[in-house]
Structures are given as C-alpha cells and as structure tokens.
C-alpha cells in the first residue's frame, strides 16, 4: 500500500517484509503456546469435553414503579442543566478551544449523572418509548457539546440495556447488524470533534455537513487502531525492546506501580514519545520465558471459562460477566499496551476468582 495512504501512527508503520514475516511467526507461537497450555491444563482437571449447557441472558429486574424513574430521570435532567450552564455557561454553544477551564469534581459529577440517566432512559424504553428517546437524545448534545468521547460509551450502555432486557432473538439479530455500523461511524465523528476549527455545539452539529471526509477518515482510523495498530507497535517491540531481565521483573510483578521500580523504567519501554512497546513484543523478547508464560495463560483462561460456565448454569450473570471482562481485556491490552498493562487484568481476574471462591461459595465440580 502507497505510504501515503497509511495512517503510520507513531511512525510504527515503516516495516520490512522480514520483520512481518518475524511478526507472523511470533503470533503463531503465541497461539500454539497458548493452546497447549489450555490442552494441559482440560488433561489435567479430566475435562474431555466442556458440558453443553444453555442460559437465559435475560435479566428480570426488580419491580420498579415507573412514576420513580421519570421523576429521577426528570430531576436529573434538571441538575444536569444546571450543572453544564455552571461548568461551561455559553461556551458550551460555541468556543474557540476544545478544552475549557473548568473543575474536575464538577465534570466526574457530571459524566457519572449522565451515565445514571442514560441507564434510567434505557430502562424506561418499554413503557415511555417517547421520553427515553428525549434521555438519549439530551445526554448526547450535551456530551457532544463539550467534544466528549464518553458520547459513544453512553450510547453503548443505551444500546446494550434494551439489547439484554427487552429484545427478543430475531429483533436481536437485526439490531446487531444495523447497529454495529453506526456506532463505528458515530464513534469516528465523536473522535473529529477535537480536530475541528472552531468548538462547542454550533460548529460540532455542522461538522458532519461541513467535513464530512473527515468523519470517514476517523471512522476508518478507529477500525486500524483496533484491528491492525497493535500489529506494527509489536514488529516495533521486537526491534527496540531493551533485554533486561530486571525490566521483565518488573513487568510481571503483581505490586503497585510505587511498591517497584515502575515509574523509574517506564520510560524506557516505548517505541517513542506516542507508543508504549507491546506486551506480546516484550515477552516473546525472551522465547523461553513466552513459552511458560502463554502456557500459563491458557490455563488462566480455561479456568476462568470453566468459573463463567459455572456462574452462567447457577444463574450467576453479572459476576459471570465480570469475570470475562476482566479476562478477555488481556487480550486488546496485550496488542496495544505495556507488559505490566496488560497482565494487570489476569491478576485481576485471578483477584476475582478467589473472591467469588471465598465469598460466593462457588463448587467447581470435576
């Protein structure tokens, strides 16, 4: 592909055909490594075949009075008005920066109570179709207004409720394949608000009329910074990585950043000023150690798959859910992140098993 066709963030995308063939070959063992760990690991616990099961991912609610939730949602949208005209006054219309003085407690305040609404609005989207919509479409103008990319997340959290409470099989399918798109295209939009000339609701509204290209562009930005970024940061990785067993020790090391060394080294582990080098990158810097280590993992994640059959068959969804959170993040922070970034979420997850073990009383049979 032309050079100049390519994003290159952080100039991490100038590779030779070597160092992707060298990438490849990393991946691959990554996988197998990780398969035998996760083989050893069903050989070891006599688990042959995971049990076929089916669970209801709907979730029954508490009952609610809906007269309740109006009136919160009301007042919150009351407080919310207040709050923005405090924090932002006329700016919020139209400003010639992105980012505004303003105070932190305020904000945090205000993007957890507009979190809180959405979550009403969603739950109000059987019985006040007509008022749910007016709860989404308000918090998204106001999250537009000050450029916040939490718009997208709001949304998702919109979307997601009524896609576990209140669709059936058939409505769920067609909401999916209509739904992903959007929300790819609106989080590209979300991203240019930044990026435009002049700031605030005015000039955000008129973008997509205005610069329309530019929209497509971060749509198209923000699916090779998913997919494809992580790809290049760990060819980067593999190159730069400075071997010191002292830094993988670190890396690993289940402490608090200021209980190690962390904070005096992380400099250190970049590709520049822009990219932190990649977990994969730093581990497979030591083959030897990569093997132990995706060997390891896979027996983490067939654990904690076999905890979540478990939590799911006991009707257990909410902390089922966490629980594969918390593991799956492993994943897209390994690509995109730091050694010590990633593996964080495993010990997390690993935090969560023993207390569901201690405190829920969970029995894993064999």
């Known amino acids: 592909m032309p050079y100049d066709?390519?994003?290159?963030?952080?100039?991490?995308?100038?590779?030779?055909?070597?160092?992707?063939?060298a990438s490849i070959d990393v991946f691959v063992r990554m996988i197998i490594y990780f398969s035998i760990g996760v083989l050893f690991y069903k050989y070891a616990f006599n688990i042959r075949k995971n049990k076929r099961f089916k669970v209801d991912l709907k979730i029954k609610l508490p009952p609610i009075k809906t007269n309740y939730l109006v009136d919160a949602a009301l007042g919150l949208i009351f407080f919310e008005t207040i709050l923005v005209s405090v924090l932002y006054g006329k700016q919020i219309f139209i400003r010639e920066t992105y980012a505004v003085d303003y105070n932190k407690l305020g904000v945090m305040l205000l993007e957890y109570s507009l979190l809180f609404l959405m979550f009403i609005g969603s739950l109000l989207y059987k019985e006040k179709r007509a008022l749910s919509r007016i709860i989404v479409l308000f918090v998204t103008l106001l999250c537009i207004g000050f450029g916040s990319r939490m718009a997208t997340i709001y949304l998702l959290v919109y979307f997601f409720v009524i896609f576990i409470l209140f669709l059936n099989k058939r409505q769920k399918f067609f909401y999916v394949l209509n739904g992903i798109p959007l929300v790819l295209?609106?989080?590209?939009?979300?991203?240019?608000?930044?990026?435009?000339?002049?700031?605030?609701?005015?000039?955000?509204?008129?973008?997509?009329?205005s610069d329309s290209s530019e929209i497509i562009k971060n749509t198209f930005f923000n699916i090779y910074y998913t997919l494809i970024f992580g790809v290049f940061?760990?060819?980067?990785?593999?190159?730069?990585?400075?071997?010191?067993?002292?830094?993988?020790?670190?890396?690993?090391?289940?402490?608090?950043?200021?209980?190690?060394?962390?904070?005096?080294?992380?400099?250190?582990?970049?590709?520049?000023?822009?990219?932190?080098?990649?977990?994969?990158?730093?581990?497979?810097?030591?083959?030897?150690?990569?093997?132990?280590?995706?060997?390891?993992?896979?027996?983490?994640?067939?654990?904690?798959?076999?905890?979540?059959?478990?939590?799911?068959?006991?009707?257990?969804?909410?902390?089922?859910?966490?629980?594969?959170?918390?593991?799956?993040?492993?994943?897209?922070?390994?690509?995109?992140?730091?050694?010590?970034?990633?593996?964080?979420?495993?010990?997390?997850?690993?935090?969560?098993?023993?207390?569901?073990?201690?405190?829920?009383?969970?029995?894993?049979?064999?």
Do not use: C
């Open 233 to 366: 940061a760990t060819i980067k990785t593999l190159a730069k990585y400075p071997f010191n067993y002292d830094y993988l020790m670190t890396s690993l090391n289940p402490a608090p950043g200021f209980l190690t060394d962390w904070y005096i080294i992380f400099k250190k582990l970049r590709i520049n000023h822009y990219a932190p080098f990649t977990g994969i990158g730093e581990i497979f810097s030591y083959p030897t150690i990569a093997f132990f280590f995706y060997f390891i993992v896979g027996m983490i994640f067939s654990h904690s798959e076999r905890i979540i059959q478990r939590l799911f068959m006991n009707k257990k969804i909410g902390p089922g859910f966490i629980l594969f959170l918390l593991t799956s993040a492993f994943i897209p922070f390994s690509f995109e992140y730091n050694l010590r970034s990633s593996v964080r979420f495993l010990y997390y997850a690993l935090i969560f098993m023993m207390m569901l073990s201690i405190f829920s009383k969970i029995k894993i049979k064999k």
């Open 5 to 21: 066709w390519k994003f290159n963030i952080a100039g991490t995308d100038r590779v030779n055909n070597a160092q992707l063939w």
């Open 185 to 209: 295209l609106f989080f590209g939009y979300n991203l240019s608000l930044r990026f435009s000339k002049t700031h605030g609701l005015g000039p955000y509204l008129y973008l997509p009329f």
